[in-house]
């Protein structure tokens, strides 16, 4: 009762574990995948802040210098007629404010005067003609005023009276807003570009990318390579005014995109980055959280395996104890063989076991012991039983059954005697066994037995049957004059 009550017991812990330990184990993978899941979002939101700085400082330099540039023209058209010194020192005080390469003021023919007072003509540029209020700047190549292989345009109109009177044309070399002047956050393999609401990039920096520079537009590229249809019309739509990230998985290789307005013109500052480099950034942003994870789930099977094998060793140490009980509690303390309880037992469960085999039953009965514990004294005859237990224990096979059963009276059972040829040699070795069986070292005892035997299953079905019939031969060797070992059923 009390064994199967503990082993309830140790199951239910053990199964209080593993759904501990189940549900840990799900606690981890889901703090992993949320830990990965805002390292992502905490490197997205890194870059899309990076990029809107950048945006910020492009766009802040040229808003100042559209609001210088317009404060100019406001001054000429105040004045509506300047000289030609006065246009000279307000075009070069322009280009030092602005950080500019050329300033130009010039008539609606194009004709005009620059900052350092020389006469120039830009008639012939190809932006002259396309000068939009609405569209103040344009990159270009051959701006008429600088040799510069590629500028950044401002153009103002000099509007009074209704009608245009002139331009203020204001020059930047392009290559102030290259990645090693403006943009050095990011690793090498990214670049930017600015792009239209057409798709089209006036300017790229960096390493070239078809998808910004495709002739067809980057906003119906980016479409086909990642399917944010929504998110892209809004982007180019400017219905969505703050920094956008979008994954793009391309044919040589998968980029991440940021775009931010850059509230000039109707450009978007766009930034592209090796998706390696992104994922580069995450996984050391969560390696905190993996590690942490890896060590709660290193800390806890630690625990569960020390718990395991102390709850082995415990089992083992008593399941130990339990079989040391049990052998003492079926051992004869005098001879080290089978007491009675546990002879008798083992005789039931064979015969249980075996119902078509086949035994012998040999009762053995010290003759005359009674003599020799008044003669010699209980501890001579205490050394006679210890000595005849230890004869009878390497007498016979490890799975026969050899016990003490009384003072002076032994069993033994002897299994699988297939034919009745075994049995009688099994007889006859008995018969010899107390020749010469002499016991003392100084006084020198010789001990002879009556034995009775009978055979399972001819003589009995049962244990009881099979030993009153064995007892009923022993009875008839004693009667016979003793020594000797007699078979139920048989005169001899």
Not at 316 to 326: F, G, I, P, V, Y
Not at 340 to 356: D, F, G, R, S
């Amino acid at each position: 009762m009390l064994s199967k009550l503990r082993g309830k017991t140790e199951i239910g812990w053990f199964t209080a574990i593993i759904v501990i330990l189940a549900v840990i184990l799900v606690s981890l993978i889901s703090l992993s995948d949320i830990g990965k899941t805002k390292s992502k979002k905490a490197i997205e939101d890194y870059f899309k802040a990076e990029v809107t700085k950048t945006a910020d400082s492009f766009s802040k330099g040229l808003t100042e210098a559209l609001v210088t540039t317009d404060s100019a023209v406001d001054f000429i058209v105040a004045e509506r007629e300047l000289k030609q010194t006065s246009k000279i020192h307000l075009a070069d005080s322009l280009k030092k404010n602005t950080n500019a390469q050329a300033v130009a003021i010039v008539d609606v023919s194009g004709v005009g005067i620059d900052d350092k007072g020389k006469t120039v003509d830009i008639s012939d540029s190809g932006y002259f003609s396309e000068i939009d209020i609405d569209v103040p700047f344009t990159f270009v190549q051959g701006d008429g005023l600088t040799s510069l292989p590629q500028t950044l345009v401002l153009a103002r109109p000099i509007v009074y009276d209704g009608a245009r009177k002139g331009y203020v044309v204001v020059c930047f070399d392009a290559e102030l807003f290259s990645m090693d002047n403006i943009y050095t956050t990011f690793e090498k393999t990214s670049f930017y570009g600015i792009v239209d609401s057409e798709g089209m990039c006036p300017k790229y920096f960096g390493i070239k990318n078809m998808v910004i520079l495709s002739k067809i537009g980057m906003w119906e590229n980016l479409k086909e390579l990642c399917g944010q249809n929504t998110i892209i019309d809004s982007i180019r739509d400017n219905s969505i005014n703050e920094t956008q990230l979008l994954h793009v998985k391309g044919a040589a290789d998968s980029r991440v995109y940021i775009v931010a307005p850059l509230h000039i013109n109707d450009w978007r500052m766009v930034v592209s980055v090796n998706r390696t480099y992104f994922d580069s950034l995450q996984s050391r942003d969560w390696e905190k959280i993996r590690l942490l994870c890896w060590e709660i789930g290193i800390a806890t099977a630690a625990f569960y395996v020390a718990f395991l094998v102390f709850s082995l060793f415990t089992r083992r140490k008593e399941n130990a104890n339990k079989q040391e009980l049990e052998v003492k509690a079926d051992t004869d303390l005098l001879t080290g063989l089978y007491n009675k309880i546990a002879t008798e037992k083992l005789i039931k469960n064979y015969i249980v076991q075996n119902p078509e085999g086949r035994g012998l039953l040999i009762l053995l009965d010290l003759d005359n012991f009674k003599k020799i514990n008044d003669t010699l004294g209980h501890g001579f005859g205490d050394e006679v039983l210890q000595y005849l237990g230890m004869r009878l224990g390497s007498q016979f096979r490890v799975t026969d059954i050899v016990g003490r059963i009384g003072g002076d009276e032994f069993m033994i059972f002897l299994k699988d005697m297939k034919t009745q040829e075994n049995i009688e040699a099994e007889a006859r070795k008995m018969s010899r066994f107390f020749n010469n069986f002499q016991v003392g070292e100084y006084t020198k005892f010789y001990a002879t037995a009556s034995m009775g035997a009978a055979v399972y299953p001819d003589d009995g079905k049962t244990f009881d049957a099979l030993y009153r019939a064995a007892d009923t031969a022993l009875y008839k060797a004693k009667k016979n004059g003793k020594k000797q070992l007699a078979f139920f059923g048989k005169d001899n």
